[in-house]
Nanobody, 120 residues
Framework: VQLQASGGGLVQAGGSLRLSCAASGRAFSGYTVGWFRQAPGKEREFVAR???????TYADSVKERFTISRDVAKNTVYLQMNTMKADDTAVYYC???????????????WGQGTLVTVFS
């Protein structure tokens, strides 16, 4: 599975942005897909995941603001980010696994990352 993350950019605090993670090489439907982010000088952290059955999990820091979803027909997973804050500034990565995806180490396939910068 090859993953292509896109949609990053510059956004004002309080604004919205939608990231896309497009898969090629194999259908996404049987995979758990997660979004992760890495801010400058910090370790990569979990943001959200959507399981193969559609169940979702979010980091506390993004709950009620971010929504992860998948479009099976387009083989794409989205991360809708609303009410964005400066702390959301990071490189965002999507990743996929055949497992439950509860641990970052379990993700086998990774996209190249897309930069999100939130300014005030």
């Amino acid at each position: 599975v090859q993953l292509q993350a896109s949609g990053g950019g510059l956004v004002q605090a309080g604004g919205s942005l939608r990231l896309s993670c497009a898969a090629s090489g194999r259908a996404f439907s049987g995979y758990t897909v997660g979004w992760f982010r890495q801010a400058p000088g910090k370790e990569r952290e979990f943001v959200a995941r959507v399981g193969w059955s559609g169940g979702t999990t979010y980091a506390d820091s993004v709950k009620e603001r971010f929504t992860i979803s998948r479009d099976v027909a387009k083989n794409t997973v989205y991360l809708q980010m609303n009410t964005m804050k400066a702390d959301d500034t990071a490189v965002y990565y999507c990743a996929a696994t055949r497992g439950f995806g509860l641990s970052q180490d379990g993700y086998v396939y990774w996209g190249q990352g897309t930069l999100v910068t939130v300014f005030s």
